[in-house]
């Protein structure tokens, strides 16, 4: 069936850091790739997505690239802040597979250190 | 805009009480789900429906009853709860299940203990 996978956290990053943030996808079709944000205490949000192969989403200096020929989506920011601490999901949606479900990988999270 | 809501947002139960977790959205939106999120797990799908008098399962759904008489409400129930139900719970909708590259948007949750 269809899956995401993550790199496994938590990711500790000092401000001003470079952030990635592994993730591969195992679909069947043509899946919709997204990253979700979780602050502490409140539920998800959508950070950014793509929808077809090499589109780039972007929002708050978050980039992250849709490869076909890699099966990835790898979640970067050249410049992380405190505000930034949160866990991030890696997820997919396809209409054979997961039939319009959201598939989430496990999760990865970011501390950002002053 | 409320978005999604979900009511309560923390519960304890002993074992083999029930109870029903409330979502409603006023977004009008066709599709409705639940997760459940576990540590090191990610968030799974427990049920969804893709429009009023619709429910199908998803990848955890024994335990758990939905139903979806209206557009807005699609409320989780617990019949008999375990300790392995201890998790935190999200509600989460978006436009339609045939327009996948939607946003879907979440409640705040609810932190669920079974003792």
């Known amino acids: 069936g269809d899956s995401v996978t993550q790199m496994e956290g938590p990711v500790t990053l000092s401000e001003e850091a470079f952030l990635t943030i592994n993730c591969t996808y195992t679909a069947t079709g043509y899946p919709s790739l997204f990253w979700y944000v979780q602050y502490p205490g409140e539920g998800l949000q959508l950070l950014l997505k793509a929808t077809k192969a090499d589109d780039k989403g972007s929002n708050k200096g978050f980039e992250a690239t849709y490869r076909k020929e890699t099966t990835s989506f790898h979640l970067e920011k050249g410049s992380v802040q405190v505000s930034d601490s949160a866990v991030y999901f890696c997820?997919?949606?396809?209409?054979?597979?997961?039939?319009?479900?959201?598939?989430f990988g496990k999760g990865t999270k970011l501390s950002v250190k002053p | 805009n409320a978005g999604v809501t979900q009511t309560p947002k923390f519960q304890v139960l002993k074992t083999g009480q029930s109870m029903t977790l409330q979502c409603a959205q006023d977004m009008n939106h066709e599709y409705m789900s639940w997760y459940r999120q576990d540590p090191g797990m990610g968030l799974r799908l427990i049920h969804y429906?893709?429009?009023?008098?619709?429910?199908d399962q998803g990848e955890v759904p024994n335990g758990y009853n939905v139903s979806r008489s209206t557009t807005e409400d699609f409320p989780l129930r617990l019949l008999s709860a375990a300790p392995s139900q201890t998790s935190v719970y999200f509600c989460a909708s978006s436009y339609s299940v045939n327009r996948p590259n939607t946003e879907a948007f979440f409640g705040q949750g609810t932190r669920l203990t079974v003792v």
């Open positions: 997820a997919l949606v396809t209409l054979e597979g997961s039939q319009g479900n959201l598939i």
């Open positions: 429906s893709v429009g009023a008098g619709i429910t």
